[in-house]
C-alpha cells in the first residue's frame, strides 16, 4: 500500500507542476484562501484519491475521530476537511492540504474534452466574476491547460479498483481511512503471526 501511496504522490506532484506551469502562462491565479471549491457540495472524488488524507490521518492518530465525524451528519455534504473562517465572509482552509486528491488540485485549471473533442477550461465562478479578463485571457490558453481525464485516467491506472469509482468526497474519504486501517491490521497480523512462529 505504501508503494501505492508513493506512486499517486508523484503522480500528484506532476498535477502541481503542470498546473503552476499553467497558472504562470496563463496569469491565472485563485484569490487568496478562498475556499470557495470546499465549500461545493457535490464534490466527487475516488477512494484512491482520498488515500493520502487517510494515511496522514492514521499516522497523526486522527483516523478514529475522522471516521466518526464521517459517520455522522458531516458524512454527506461539504467536505469535512474544509474549515470555515469564524468570520462569514472570510476565507477558510483545507486541514490536509498537502495531501488533498486531484481533483482539488486541478479544479479552476484544467479543462475538459467536449464530445467534439475541443477543450473548456474549468475555471471557477469566483475567479470568472472577480477577474473576467484574467479568465479570458486563460480561456485562450486552453490548449495547453491540463486534462481532468487524463489525470483520472493516470490515477485510475494506479488502482483500476479504488481508482474507477467517483464518490462523494466525505464518502470516498470514509473508504479510505477503512482500506488502510485494514491493511495496517492485516499487516500487523501478519508480523503477529511471524514472530510466534518463529
Known amino acids: 500500500m505504501l508503494d501505492l501511496l508513493s506512486q499517486l504522490m508523484a503522480l500528484y506532484a506532476d498535477i502541481d507542476k503542470e498546473v503552476a506551469a499553467f497558472q504562470l502562462k496563463s496569469g491565472l491565479r485563485c484569490s487568496a484562501g478562498c475556499g470557495d471549491c470546499c465549500r461545493t457540495a457535490d464534490l466527487q472524488v475516488t477512494a484512491l484519491e482520498m488515500l493520502p488524507v487517510a494515511h496522514a490521518m492514521l499516522c ?22 474544509y474549515t470555515a473562517h469564524p468570520e462569514k465572509d472570510a476565507a477558510g482552509h483545507c486541514d490536509y492540504y498537502p495531501w488533498r486528491p486531484g481533483l482539488c488540485r486541478l479544479f479552476g485549471f484544467a479543462a475538459i474534452r467536449g464530445r467534439t473533442g475541443s477543450k473548456t477550461l474549468a475555471v471557477c465562478r469566483h475567479i470568472r466574476q472577480n477577474d473576467p479578463h484574467g479568465a479570458a485571457s486563460a480561456m485562450a490558453l486552453v490548449e495547453e491547460a491540463p486534462l481532468f481525464v487524463h489525470y483520472g485516467t493516470r490515477i485510475c491506472g494506479l488502482d483500476p479498483v479504488l481508482g474507477s469509482k467517483p464518490m462523494p468526497v466525505n464518502l470516498a474519504l470514509r473508504q479510505a481511512i477503512q482500506r488502510l486501517g485494514l491493511n495496517a491490521a492485516y499487516a500487523h497480523l501478519e508480523s503477529f503471526r511471524d514472530n510466534t512462529a518463529a
Do not use: F, K
Open 60 to 81: 497523526d492518530g486522527t483516523a478514529a475521530q475522522w471516521l466518526e465525524r464521517l459517520s455522522g451528519p458531516h458524512g454527506s455534504g461539504t467536505c469535512v476537511l
